[in-house]
């Protein structure tokens, strides 16, 4: 509505009686100069004044250009143009908030969202599985993703049975045309594709739906609740570029890619439709957690290549070791899923301990951000530390600063040429820059500016504010390690507050709360393993292990202090079972700090008399450590919640909720390289 060259045609600049109340009265000359000294771009009648001086429009552009609005670009990559850049400061905006997954290079990146991150938070279904037929018909590829999503939906029908959620797997067609004169032999049209679908046991005409620019058979079901209603019978969407971009259904698990196989865009169009993952947290089961691409007639290298790019040009490019296929080196053949040993299904009954805060009388697990980072008292922060921040002697001369959110820092310029250049000062520019660059520490900017001006400052009573200036960027990143080293001493604080007034306990939570069984906080009941992978096995005798809960451990998920100590484990009598704990996928401990603690082992040890329901009494939660780690601050920081944890583990109320867990005792225990067999011996002996 206001993008273009010429903006008099445009109705939203057009003088109009609506907004008379913004501007200054017709006759009141001196208020409209007034207000066009103030804001300069405002649209008026002529360009020159005349008799009466240069009349304001009172237009919905000017009104906007008044009020300076907070503006909100969404897929902001795409508004870097010259005419799109002119539109957006012409309404002298007071921000310009810009969400992309792909931001330019001239984009001001405040806060970057990592494909890991919403990995680690369960927003995505990965790992992503590809398929590729080798098959000439493209209706054998449609054919295998049919059938997959019929599996899909079984597996989905056992799950809302076991714990009323509802999915309903959904499968995205990609075509090559759908316009109704581009139906012609050698291409695949969305009519072909739907009239092979209704040729499908079972599929009847209300399952599909076609979504292109001319023909949106979605719209009818967007008015009705939605793709995710439950009383929606939408199980295909035929496609060919109308949902590229703007459009997610969490309900969407499976890709048919049935273009041209000499086309190199097609499949990264459509993959990171098929990612997100329902209600934000994994199922517990495999087939429901992952994602599916069936491509037609595509070699695997290419293969991966292009999905890989698919996920860059989603924001995901930290996350193309997660695209997996058959036929593509390393191949470690087919997933194959180990279950639990038969003889120690009791491990089945554990519920381990979580941090746990009260929200609305209900109780629920303890997130960083939301629960911690947010009530830290940030005026309670001492930069003090600052005063002993050291600066050299030379000059900064031979280096070129450029201060400025949108250029960042240029550095190594050649002072040789006797080239002129600004020299930094400790300005509102260079505050606002530091602050940019502190928001993964103190997300508040307000603050981040306040503290970086306190912490220049300081230095500059030192060292002069020149000197200070020319070596910013060393006193930047002396500033952020003392407000890191503040923010996790005050967010301890709030940790400790919260557990010493009941508003967090460490507990574990009965299935009668709505957590279904396969939470991170049990035990899995299978583990994933590749067919072919290499399986540990014991240093004392390189045969197999016996007291681990599964058969196969792969090779590569074990290192060699691990191996020493689960090669020790499982010689030891009085134990009932060892499980390695799997890193972002399994048991995790939420401490005061913004990463979660994933421990390496997960061990019980056996009732004097016990019996087959009930075979031990002490679990024990272990992470191991190497020499060079051993006074590390990870090491410290880890081995204060364990202890932490044990000494909540003691309590008595602390099982009350999951009566098998009554009369168990739970240990968490940071053991070091060079003594931890003597630590394990101590701690089995208890």
């Known amino acids: 509505a206001a993008s273009r060259e010429t903006k008099e045609q445009l109705r939203m600049f057009r003088d109009s009686g609506g907004f008379d109340r913004f501007f200054p009265p017709e006759t009141d000359v001196k208020a409209h100069a007034e207000l066009l000294r103030e804001i300069p771009n405002l649209d008026t009648f002529d360009e020159h004044p005349g008799f009466w001086g240069r009349q304001i429009k009172t237009s919905l552009g000017n009104t906007l250009r008044l009020l300076r609005p907070l503006i ?95 999915i309903r797997p959904i499968c995205l067609i990609q075509v090559e045309r759908t316009g109704k004169e581009q139906r012609r032999p050698g291409v695949v049209h969305a009519e072909d594709a739907k009239e092979y679908l209704l040729q499908y046991p079972g599929i009847t005409p209300e399952m599909i739906a076609i979504k292109t620019s001319q023909k949106n058979e979605l719209k009818e079901v967007d008015d009705a609740g939605g793709l995710m209603h439950p009383d929606c019978p939408i199980r295909f969407i035929i496609t060919k570029q109308a949902l590229q971009e703007g459009w997610d259904c969490a309900f969407a698990y499976v890709l048919a890619i049935l273009t041209n196989p000499g086309s190199k865009n097609a499949l990264t169009q459509l993959v990171g439709r098929i990612l997100r993952q329902p209600e934000a947290r994994k199922t517990g089961r495999k087939l ?16 991966i290549q292009d999905v890989r790019r698919g996920f860059s040009q989603e924001g995901l490019g930290d996350l ?139 230095v500059a009573e030192k060292h002069g504010e020149e000197r200070t200036a020319l070596d910013y960027v060393f006193v930047l990143e002396e500033l952020r390690k003392i407000l890191e080293d503040e923010r996790d001493r005050l967010a301890q604080s709030v940790f400790l507050q919260l557990l010493e ?49 599964f058969d196969a451990i792969p090779e590569e998920s074990i290192n060699g202090l691990e191996l020493s100590v689960a090669s020790y484990l499982d010689d030891q009598n009085q134990l009932y079972f060892w499980y390695r704990n799997a890193s972002r996928r399994d048991y995790r401990v939420q401490g005061w700090k913004r990463n979660r603690i994933f421990a390496d082992f997960i061990f019980a040890v056996s009732h004097e008399n016990g019996n087959a329901g009930d075979p031990f009494s002490r679990v024990f939660v272990l992470e191991t450590k190497g020499k060079h780690l051993r006074e590390s601050a990870d090491t410290t920081y880890k081995r204060s919640v364990f202890d932490l944890c044990t000494e909540q583990a003691q309590l008595k109320n602390w099982n009350d909720c999951v009566p098998f867990m009554n009369g168990k005792t739970m240990r968490f225990e940071v053991i070091d390289e060079d003594e931890w067999k003597s630590r394990l011996n101590h701690i089995l002996s208890l």
């Open 288 to 303: 429901l957690d992952e994602s599916y691409v069936f491509c037609y007639q595509r070699k695997g290298r290419e293969l």
């Open 501 to 549: 007034t009941d508003e967090m306990r460490f507990m574990v939570v009965a299935e009668d709360l709505g957590l279904s069984e396969n939470w991170p906080n049990r035990l899995p009941r299978e583990i994933p393993v590749r067919a072919k992978q290499r399986r540990a096995v014991r240093e004392q005798d390189n045969q197999p292990f016996q007291l681990g809960l």
């Open 320 to 458: 193309a070791g997660y695209v997996t296929a058959a036929g593509v080196e390393p191949d470690f053949g087919p997933l194959q899923n180990i279950p639990m040993r038969a003889d120690k299904q009791a491990a089945k009954k554990i519920v381990l301990p979580a941090f746990m805060i009260r929200d609305q009388g209900e109780w629920r697990l303890v997130h960083y951000e939301a629960d911690i980072l947010s009530r830290v008292p940030w005026d309670e922060v001492s930069i003090e530390a600052m005063r002993n921040v050291a600066l050299g002697e030379t000059s900064g001369t031979g280096k070129r600063y450029t201060v400025g959110l949108d250029q960042g820092i240029l550095t190594q310029a050649d002072s040789e040429r006797g080239e002129a250049f600004e020299k930094p000062a400790l300005d509102a520019k260079l505050f606002a820059f530091a602050a940019s660059h502190l928001l993964d520490v103190i997300p508040n900017p307000w603050r981040g500016s306040d503290l970086a001006k306190r912490g220049f400052r300081i």
């Open 72 to 166: 909100i670009m969404d897929e902001g990559h795409k508004a870097y143009g010259k005419i799109a850049r002119e539109t957006l400061e012409g309404f002298n905006p007071c921000l310009l908030l810009e969400l992309s997954a792909t931001p330019t290079r001239e984009s001001n990146v405040l806060v970057a969202i990592t494909g890991q991150e919403l990995l680690e938070e369960e927003m995505i279904k990965l790992d992503l599985n590809l398929a590729d037929s080798a098959s000439p018909n493209w209706r054998d590829t449609l054919l295998a993703a049919v059938e997959h999503r019929a599996r899909l939906e079984e597996e989905a029908e056992e799950y809302r049975a076991e714990t009323h959620h509802y």
